[in-house]
């Protein structure tokens, strides 16, 4: 193994978002291909440095096969996660600026917020690096993004110009529905076995919650909404709410520590609980709100 | 791959652009009491057919009036922009017009000063101010020395989880010319509204829940708002005057001159958009039978019988149940017809 050849591949595996053991077989694929090339062309009368260079020339720029391998491992990520930026942050103008000049209201936290949020998207889309390889991260990361754009989309709806709120509703919806698309594919698709004892049963796990949190995100949006309205004003009382959300993140964590344990009917059992908590709250909302 | 340098002009750019999102939301950015533009559901009809009404000009609450002489673009009457015009009153000459001022942040400042304005002359005077808050006002019909209102003690909020709302109802009146005010309930109710004078009993009429009978919280949430008649000469005296078997909440009404029939608001229907639809019911006295009066399926509030008792004057809402309410005044003869729309000049 060379040293041109460790540089050359660490080079291009960074471009790659992965897991530690994808990176590492990828590594080991690449050195083995190197490998095999250079054999050939020292077999075909070059010298040992020659045939490093050849090898490494026939293969190509590093960052572009990353980039390469990036787009065959994870196909249209790279772009999704561009388009939900970009996206985002056209709507949270858009959003911000028909608040401000139709109704009078300046939502600089929210827009500042969603601006941060997006921003980052956009810098982990471009740069595939460091702790973009963690899921729990990018999954947290779009928890986030998720909860402030349902708040834009509720700011949506008190546009009280329909020709403008309209496109704005269906703009902020599509932004919320590939910000859940993502995060599906982060936790099922892109999954990959990791030093987990049963990673099988923590990928639907974590399905599982992550499903859960989107809807506790909108129930809590909902209920702060509602209290808003009713209130008027900040008050105490609207952090109940927010008691689902510490219930949601304790069962989450209760559930991976389970699992990891190899608890399987445990870690299941208490993952019934905030779906059957989801679910209730649809049926509710279907029975009670729509009257089906 | 990007080169670091596009990212960071890239960061750069968007950051810019939020700061200059941010420096535009703190110049244009308003207060809830400087959004307030347009008409209100709140006027009032002369016995020579004048017709006052409350109009926000840029948050700036001001009284004008639509008659044959007076300038329809000239507020008779206009506040800062901090306050807020309850009410409105016609003298029974029509000459003079009192009115409610309170502050629009009513929890920070609890006041209300009564003014009356003549409006030939615009000459306004400050009739008493008081540390409650004066919801509604009204002239005696027939007698110009005396006002009778609507006081609430209190301001606030009984729930956490609800907007703060005057409390602690009574009835109150004042005797312009010796200045003397009298108190004629004790009741302190939760909610009373509508105050109507009558004009040939000492008695006064208003809305209020049903609840002599309630005992349990229970109870409570299966009374109605209904009419009750209160006699001046003996307050404890009160009675339901409106249909006791109705389950509809009568949240506002208007008297016809003799006493016998009201013209009330009730919810009439739930609109596609499941919005409720309020109509406006006349209601016989003597036959207790009471009948759908208009059929808009709006808003339709704020009922006042006209001079002579010819027309009906109310206001539809064409925008209930959005932030921003879009009002219009409406007439029609009191035996029922077509309603026709005021064109008020303030638009």
């Known amino acids: 193994m060379t040293e041109r050849f460790t540089k050359f591949v660490d080079k291009t595996v960074q471009q790659i978002e992965g897991n530690q053991q994808e990176k590492d077989d990828l590594y080991e694929e690449l050195m083995i291909h190197l490998e095999l090339s250079k054999e050939q ?21 590093e960052t572009e096969i990353g980039s390469e391998i990036q787009q065959a491992m994870y196909p249209y990520r790279k772009e999704m996660m561009i388009v939900l930026a970009i996206g985002s942050i056209i709507f949270s103008i858009g959003i911000y600026l028909a608040q401000l000049f139709l109704e009078g209201d300046a939502y600089i936290l929210w827009l500042v917020l969603s601006i941060m949020a997006s921003a980052l ?16 991260w990018m999954n947290s990361l779009l928890l986030i993004h998720i909860a402030i754009y349902l708040f834009g989309l509720l700011l949506t709806t008190g546009v009280t110009v329909p020709s403008i709120s309209a496109p704005l509703t269906i703009f902020a919806s599509i932004i919320i529905l590939l910000a859940i698309v993502l995060i599906y594919r982060t936790t ?14 923590a990928k639907w796990l974590h399905v599982i919650n992550m499903t859960a949190g989107v809807g506790v995100i909108g129930y809590i949006l909902f209920f702060l909404w509602g209290m808003m309205v009713m209130i008027g004003s900040l008050s105490p009382v609207m952090v109940i709410p927010l008691i689902p959300l510490l219930v949601w993140i304790s069962l989450y964590i209760w559930q991976m520590h389970l699992i990891r344990k190899r608890r399987k009917k445990g870690a299941y059992a208490v993952a019934v609980v905030p779906m059957a908590a989801i679910l209730l709250m649809f049926w509710y909302i279907i029975v009670i709100f729509i009257g089906m | 791959m990007m080169k670091k340098k596009t990212i960071i002009s890239i960061l750069i750019i968007i950051g810019l652009i939020t ?57 008779i009457v206009q506040l800062k922009i901090d306050q807020e015009i309850l009410d409105i009153s016609f003298s029974p000459d ?19 000063a009564i003014h009356v304005v003549n409006v030939e002359t615009g000459s306004n005077q400050v009739l008493f101010a008081k540390r409650t808050l004066v919801t509604e006002i009204e002239y005696h019909p027939t007698n ?32 312009i010319s010796s200045g003397e005010t ?102 016989d006295r003597q036959t207790e039978q009471g009948e759908r ?45 077509n309603p026709e729309e005021i064109p008020l000049y303030m638009n």
């Open chain 1, 188 to 201: 099922i698709h892109d999954y990959r076995a990791t030093d987990h004892p049963l990673p099988h049963y």
């Open chain 2, 19 to 75: 700061i200059t999102l941010i420096v535009l939301g703190i110049i244009f950015d308003k207060e809830e009491f400087e959004k307030q533009q347009g008409r209100t559901s709140i006027y009032d009809v002369s016995s020579n057919g004048t017709i006052a009404y409350v109009f926000f000009d840029e948050g700036n609450p001001g009284i004008y009036l639509q008659s044959d002489t007076a300038s329809p673009e000239e507020p």
């Open chain 1, 121 to 136: 998207l956009f810098i982990f889309s471009i740069q595939s690096r460091a702790f973009f390889n963690r899921r729990l």
């Open chain 2, 293 to 337: 009066f208009t059929h808009l399926r709006e808003h339709t509030t704020n009922p006042i019988i006209g001079p002579d008792e010819k027309y009906v004057y109310f206001v539809v809402d064409k925008q209930f149940g959005s932030p921003k309410p879009d009002y219009y005044l409406y007439q029609m003869t009191i035996g029922g017809g």
């Open chain 2, 144 to 175: 110009e020395d005396m006002l009778y209102y609507l006081n609430a003690d209190t301001f606030e909020n009984y729930s956490p989880i609800a907007s703060a709302k005057p409390h602690d109802f009574d009835v109150f009146s004042y005797q």
């Open chain 1, 41 to 61: 062309f020292v077999k075909a009368g070059l010298s040992e440095t020659e045939a490093e260079k050849k090898a490494l020339e026939d293969f190509g720029e």
């Open chain 2, 94 to 112: 029509g000459k003079k017009l009192a009115y409610i001022i309170s502050h629009k942040n009513k929890q920070e400042d609890l006041k209300s």
């Open chain 2, 182 to 283: 009298k108190q004629h309930t004790d009741l302190k109710k939760y909610m009373m509204q509508s105050l109507r004078v009558s004009r040939t009993k000492n008695t006064v009429y208003v809305s209020m829940f049903d609840d002599t009978d309630v005992e349990t919280a229970e109870d409570s949430f299966a009374t109605y708002l209904r009419i009750f008649e209160i006699s001046l000469d003996d307050p404890k005296s009160i009675q339901v005057v409106s249909q006791k078997d109705n389950e509809q909440d009568i949240y506002d009404f208007a008297v016809a001159a003799n006493d016998d029939a009201f013209i009330y608001q009730a919810v009439n229907d739930t609109g596609e958009d499941g919005i409720f639809q309020y109509e406006l019911f006349f209601y």
